[in-house]
Structure formats: C-alpha cells, structure tokens
C-alpha cells in the first residue's frame, strides 16, 4: 500500500506532496498525521490518498515512520473542504489543514490536564466525630466537603492545605475521581436564561430557515430586529435533533457579552474560539469539540474550522464584516467555506446583517439565497434620527476643529442629562502622518514606501505595515525649515480635545492602540457602561454589536474617509459603517440620534444611510457595479509580484502578463479587464511589488484553473501569490 503525504514543510509558495510506502503493522488511514523521512530531517505530514501502486520506483519511495494520532484529523468533510478551497483560491493544501487542525492540535506540546474531583466517602461521614479537636483544618475540610458533591483538589488544598487533604485521603475520609479539565476562557458563571416568545415576524423567519427549500438564507434585518433570537432557535432546533451548530461573529463583537448570551442559553454545549484565548485554552476548547463534549462552536473567522461533525446549522452574524476574509495569507472568505460544509451536511446556511455586502443581496435577488427580512425593530423604536452637518460651511463660518456647532450642543445635552454619548472615527493615532508645510514632504517608511503614522503615547512615528519605528521629524529633510506639522487629527487628539471642551465628563478611548492586551478591550466596554455622563471615542471597532443602553448621542466626526479608499467597495463600506455606529443610538427608552459630519453632505450614500434605505442605495449601487463590471458581475484576480530586486520583479511581471494576454485571446469574451502595474504600495519590507490585475466572469471553472496553473510557478528570490476577490488592492 502507499500513501501520498503532503508534507508539513514551510518551502515556496507549493505543495510538496510525495508518495510514501505503508508499513504493514501500522493501520494507516486517509487524514492521518504521519511522520515521514524527509531528506535527512523526519517531518509531520497528512496523508492525502492512499493507493496500490505509485509511479515511481518503488525501492526508492521511502517508508512512513509513524502515525501520530489514533483517528484521522482529517474527515470526509473536511477533505471536500480541502477541495473547495483549492478549486477557488489556489490555496496550499498545508496551508488549508492549518486552518482545519489548529497549531495548538499539531505542535503536541500541549495535553489534556487533569484534576482530581475529591468527595468525602461514606466512612467519612459516619466517622467525622472521630476526628481530633485540634485538626481544625480537617474537620473544616470534612464539612465543606459534606455540602457539596465534590471538589477540585486544587481547591482543596488552597483553602485547607495540602498536607491537611492528603492526612484525609490517607484516612480514607475523602477518594477522588481522576477527570479531564478544561482550561475554561469563560469563567463567569450565567444564569439559565429562557427564549423569548417569537415575534411573527421572528417566526415566519425560523420556520423559513429551516424548511430548507433553500439551505443558503441572507436574514436581512435592521439593527435591534432580534436577530440573535432567530439564530438560537435555528440552533436549538438542530441541538434538538442530535445534530450541533456552529456560530460565526466578527472577531470584534466576541466580547465576554456576546459569548454570555450563548452561554446562558446553551450551557456547557458551548465552545468558544478566538484569537483571544491562551493555548491551552484553545486545546481544551477544541478537543470539546472533536469529542462532541461540545456541540456548538461561537467564534470568529476561523471557527468555521471546527471540529464537529453531523451540523444542523451554520450562522454568520454581520456577514458583511470585513473580518470574514483573512487579511494575509491564507485568503479566503469565510462563506465559501461555509457553503461547502452547509452543503455536506444538508444543512441550513444563515447569513445575517442589516446591512449586507451587495453581492449577497445580489444573491438574495436572484434566487440563490432566500432573502428573509426582518424589518421592525423588537421594541417599536424608531431608527435614530441622522442629522447631516455640512463641515464645509462650518469650516467657512470659522470653525476650524474636529466639532460643529450641531455636535457640540447636541454633546452639552446630552452631559446635561447624565446621558451616554459615542464619537467615531476613521482612524487610530493622533495624526495620520508628519508632513512639511512648506514643500509638502511626506515622512515615510525607509523599507515600505509608505506614510508613517504618528503616535503620541510614545512620540513615536510607526510605520504600520512592518512595524518599523522612527524618531519624529522637527526639521524637513527635504527644505531644512521647521515647518513640519501634523497632517490629520486621530482618536488621541480627540481625547485631548474633549477634556478641554468638558473638563469634568469622563472620556474613554478605544481603537487599536489602548487594546493590546487580551481583556483590555472588554475593560474599558465595562468602565464605560458603568459611567455616565460618558464620552467613548473610537474607531470601527466601537462600530459592532455594542448595545449601551445609556448612548443617545452617536457622532461620526469624519464619515468621508472611508470614501476616499480607491476601492469598488468604498460606497458599500462608508453605508455600512455609518448605518452600524449609528445603530448604537437609542437602543433603550430614550430616544437615539446621529450626527454625521462630512464634507460632501449631499453624496447619495449620506442620502440613503439618514433614510436607513436599503433597498435603494443597493439599486443604485447595483446599477454602478453592473456598468462597470464590478462583482458580483466579475470575479477578480490579483497575481500579486514581490522580490528584492526590482528589475527581477518587473520581469516576472511581465512575462506572466504575457501568459495571461495569451489566456485572453483564446477566452476573448470572458475578460472584461487584463493589466499589469506596479502596486500601490511599491515597497513594503523592503520587497518591490507589482500586480497584474484581472476581472472575468465569474463562472468559468476551467479559465480559473487556468490562471492559476500559470501563476503557479517556482521563481528563484521572487514570490507570486494569487488572490480571488481580494479586500484590498494595495
Ligand atoms: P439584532 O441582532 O437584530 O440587532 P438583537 O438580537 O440584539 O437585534 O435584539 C434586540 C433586542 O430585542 C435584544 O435586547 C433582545 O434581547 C430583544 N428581543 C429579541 N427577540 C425578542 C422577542 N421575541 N421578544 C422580546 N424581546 C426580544
Ligand atoms: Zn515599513
């Protein structure tokens, strides 16, 4: 027998996949870890196939060592998972079974942990009168033990001492049950909390969801609809018949709260994975899963990884999040995957969001989702009012600050009421870059060639692609003179100014920079909904599922940037954003509202949002994407071109760009756009890039394997790297 093993190798940009001999004593299936010999070294690998006969000599294909896990880690399933992703990113296979088996699973440093339950014995009990007057501890011991089932022995001896439980161990008064424990990321105990009774609206939603005449679901609901309501049913329904369940939301909004509502509803049953949790955590919590301990998985992106089997439902909340792609390599969208498991499992697909991407609603139009919409809020709120304030006509009257006239006294209100009030901004740091006035140098990145980013708390200029620090400029190395400011104002300046303007009202800030540690993102939430009057300033991360009842006031002091991002998506972005910070307004007794600040007050995305339309900012977007062939019209293509040496870069570049013009003529009418260009960012770490950039239609197999047998390619000292949809073309 042998095996094709992909081995576990960190090489170039492919697969090394190698034929392997089966040893005979050791049962060897498709998914299993092997150790193999490789060169000189001995390397983990996974086997692919296994098969009679191999093409190559068979005294030359070498032998598996070992297997190193009782049961493949790799199912079916996630074989078809394999297959899809390769089929539609071009992805390495390793690359993909890292996704599938966390670093936690493979490295083997990390084991199941033990405890011993204690439990006082029936000889105990009837002899504890037995016990010496003056072995206080024991006796304490003895009756704690006596009103509970069992206890932790680590908490045993904390309380009474080691020597003290193992004197009672010794005696027989207490045994113990050796029993797996779990490093649990969630130590808050939840109350049971029951489900609602169902809206109709909420109703005719879950029974649509789960009659299955389509498994694919786009739940289009406004902010406060009750979504999450819709989605425990959904996944209590599938708990109700054996099968499990897997939850996806935004890295962001996994604060301790979300987690907590499904905690309090499913108990145990839950796993929760995320970028946030220690090692052993994450071990623990997967194994639950692989064991079926636990049935349901809450998490971020990569949850949709997880190890369950039989599901019943696949739910991804906010799908429009930018979070669903991975931003390096490997990319990939989250709902591709989940397709393929939706798929195998014949099970129901949800995806939520008042906002969502305009492919998806696209999809939902044409039939391949069943569009579901939810469009009353649960407790009859209005959406909060949206103001529109014209920064130009501010700016013109004299005011030069980051605060109009309509924000400043709706603030004063607010504060005047003991009332809660969010600032949003675009951006982190307290300005965008360091720039001369005079000749208009800009500092940037000695390796990246592009702007740095000043940062106050340490005086600092960082480049945020590499990480690279540099001392702030005084005098412009370009003039000499000493007319260097600071280009545009960040959350910090905010802040600054804030305490100015309301001496006395407390500010907190959240973006990137204040949350660097695992729970600090989650102690300022809770340190300001503990205060009020209150001003949180942020960026996109205060944007997300935060519900506050307290905040009355949202205001969003520059909604234009993200219109300024060379994106086809800068639209969809800017009428997500704003429609999610707004969201945060009034979702308790008191009415919300918003004002949004920006220079271009009449632009038809500012128009649509302040209606909450939907629906027509979508057609008219639709219209746009279709003239210009724009997904979901055309699938992009980026073969992205880095290398040290400029001159090999560019040649590279070149010559696959031939290859691809060579595609077009035989596909003539599946391209709509073929280019070759230097990146946007030309530099970064110190490695050139280039892109050739490409838009077909979307539904041509057999031109995409094409694409990718081209790109696929081996290049001394250059990488080529391709990429399907991209979120950003920098
Ligand atoms: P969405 O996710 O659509 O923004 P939520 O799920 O946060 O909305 O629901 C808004 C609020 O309504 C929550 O406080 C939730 O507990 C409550 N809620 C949801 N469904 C019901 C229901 N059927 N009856 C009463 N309250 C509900
Ligand atoms: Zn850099």
Redesign the pocket.
Known sequence: MFAEVVVDVMADSLDKIFDYQCPENIDIKEGHRVLVPFGKRKLEGYVLKLKDSTDYDENLVKQIINVLDPQPLITTEMFEVIKGMVEAYNLRIIDIIHLIIPAQIRSGKIKQQTTKMCYLTQFGLSNLSSIRANSKNQILACAYLKDRPNADIVDLNKKFGNATITKLIEKGYIAYNTVNRNRNPFKEDVAVSQP????PE?KLAVDKILSKDNLFNLLF?????????VYMRVISEAINQGKTAIMLVPEISLTPKTVKQFKSRFGDMVAVLHSGLSDGEKFDEWYRLYTGEATIAVGARSAIFAPLTNLGAIIIDEEHDSSYQSDSNPRFETVTVAKIRAKYNNCPLVLGS?TPTIESFYKAQNGEYNLIT?DKR??QMPLPKMEIVDMCSEFRSGNKSMFSGTLLNFMSKAIANDEQIMLFLNRRGFSSFQMCRECGFIAKCTDCDVSLVYHKEDNLLKCHYCGKRFKPLTICPSCGKNTIKLGNTGTERIEDELHELFPTTKVFRMDNDTTTTKSSHANILKAFENTKPAILVGTQMIAKGH?FPLVTLVGILDADLSLYYSDFRANEKTYQLVTQVA?RAGRAEKEGRVVLQTFFPKHYVYNFCSNYDYLRFYNKEINLRETASFPPFSKIIRVLITSENDEIAKNVTHDLFLKYKDLRIKYKTEFFFLEAMRSPHSKIKNKYRYQVLMRIKNDNKQLVKEIFDISNIIINKTSIFTEVNPQSLD
């Open positions: 609602f009774n169902l809206t909420q609901g406004v902010t406060g609809s009750g979504k999450t309501e008042a939810l649960i407790n519900d969201g």
